[in-house]
């Protein structure tokens, strides 16, 4: 079951939740070509932990930047892996998180849009919990105004496909375990849709996911994201469902086939005169459930041998 709590200002970020032990974390920044962010985002990471009870190593993974970032996480206090080329930001991730000494893991983007004072009380939800995501759905949250209605869509999308509400599917900010990203490992991606598919794989999974309101600052300078991944991420939110779930898409499919050939066939009857049409949709939609049947028992031997 997933649960949405509300930005706790009252609490000190230095005293941890009741049953919530300081364990040592490993937070992990993925930077490309942000040389004028990566300075200001390591100081305030540091700031914010320093000041915590929670140990913890700070890595920054370069993904092959060509605007002098590397030379601008060498000037501060981080550790830095460096990625021969640009590889994107999942693989990104995936190669801080190989990399990383410790069980729990922090993600967070190096272009400050995240609230990094979060972490800390992000760290006290995750004792209860497998994933603490951060939700962008606080009161000042600055996506632009082009990107909403892809997310507004994706979203419902998602919701649907997952049978329960996602605050923030993509959410860069979150708290998780090491040996969930390497269970999962073979399903991410290596670009932007490492988020959204381990997001998809503990819900459809049944783990515990919390959702963590934050605020969204402006970012500065240019976004790496572009129009095309839309299409993109519609495609890894259905193939992720379809992979752990399948008859949540099959079954819906077909029943849009078979209602629209059984009305076509009411009409038919009417007219004395059987259509191709009617018979054809009839008989693709069971064609559809039977392919959801037999993905569906596949899903299921696949699961049970992982376990």
Known sequence: MTAISTVEMERSATQPAQG????PISIVVPAYNEAQNIGAQIARIRQVMDSSIWPYELIIVDDGSTDGTPGEVLRHDARLIRQPRNFGYGAALKKGIAEAKNEWIVIIDAD????????PRMLELAA?????????IGQDVNIPLPRRPAKWV???LSGYLAQQPIP????GLRVLKRNLVEKYEHLLPDGFSFTTTITLALL???YRVHYHTINYAKRVGASKIRAGHAYQFMMLILRTVVYFNPLRVFLPLGLILFSLGLAKLIYDCFLWNLSESAVMCILSAVIIWCVGLLADQISKIGMSIRR
């Open 20 to 23: 919530a032990e300081p364990r």
């Open 128 to 136: 209860e919990n497998d994933m603490v995501v951060g939700a962008r």
């Open 204 to 206: 459809c999974n049944h």
């Open 168 to 171: 923030d599917l993509n959410s």
């Open 112 to 119: 400050g849009t995240y609230p990094a004072e979060e972490i």
């Open 154 to 156: 994706l979203a419902r």
